[in-house]
């Protein structure tokens, strides 16, 4: 059963310029070997992220660097969750999170599909 679905789109170039401006970013945003990327990868990682936090349906417990976007030899885009992020996907009872990446024309997007083996609390059957 789907539990949360969440999209975001980033305009790449002003996303550089943020982190030009603010280069710390990239310590709070992203995991190590996340920030060895270039921007426009970087600027997708960062819109998956956000997505999947739209699909929590909210940030509580959830903290950007426990949240990695990496690539299965196919090259299909996967989060990577640990700690605390990791536990409240758990106790949400999360049991699948999908994720599309793409970027273009000056732009990155995420899509990401959380899903559940159980109906949640108040749900209809």
Do not use: N, Q
Not at 63 to 91: C, D, Q, Y
Request: proline fraction near 3%.
């Amino acid at each position: 059963m789907i539990v949360g679905i969440g999209v975001d789109l980033v305009d790449i170039a002003r996303f550089e310029r943020t982190i030009e401006r603010t280069p710390r970013l990239i310590e709070r945003l992203f995991s190590g070997s996340e920030r060895t990327l270039k921007p426009h990868s970087l600027a997708a990682r960062y819109a998956a992220k956000e997505a999947l936090i739209k699909a929590l349906g909210g940030s509580d417990g959830v903290h950007w660097t426990e949240i990695e976007v990496a690539s299965e030899a196919s090259g299909r885009p996967r989060f990577m969750l640990t700690g605390s992020t990791a536990a409240v996907i758990a106790r949400r009872g999360i049991t699948a999170v999908h994720l599309s990446l793409s970027h273009d024309a000056g732009l990155a997007t995420a899509y990401v599909i959380a899903e559940s083996v159980t109906a949640a609390a108040g749900d209809e059957p």
